[in-house]
């Protein structure tokens, strides 16, 4: 049995590699991503939210993804 903890991490990992795709089309704010993430998976937004932020600092420390802090936007780095 998996614990939430469990849930988590293998989510933020199939985050890490899904989101970069995701990001080719437009960037997003976190908030939108989250939304369209949560509805993808079918889970409240409260348990995305975590393994969504994991997965954008990783993606952020390897140069794959930034943040526009002027526009308040996810991208591509």
Do not use: N, W
């Amino acid at each position: 049995m998996k614990t939430k903890h469990d849930c988590e991490s293998l989510l933020a990992l199939s985050l890490v590699k899904m989101l970069p795709s995701r990001l080719q089309d437009h960037s997003y704010s976190i908030l939108e991503l989250a939304q369209e993430l949560a509805g993808e998976f079918e889970c409240p937004l409260c348990e995305i939210l975590t393994p969504m932020g994991e997965a954008l600092q990783t993606l952020a420390a390897l140069h794959r993804v930034k943040f526009d802090g002027s526009q308040k936007r996810v991208m591509l780095a």
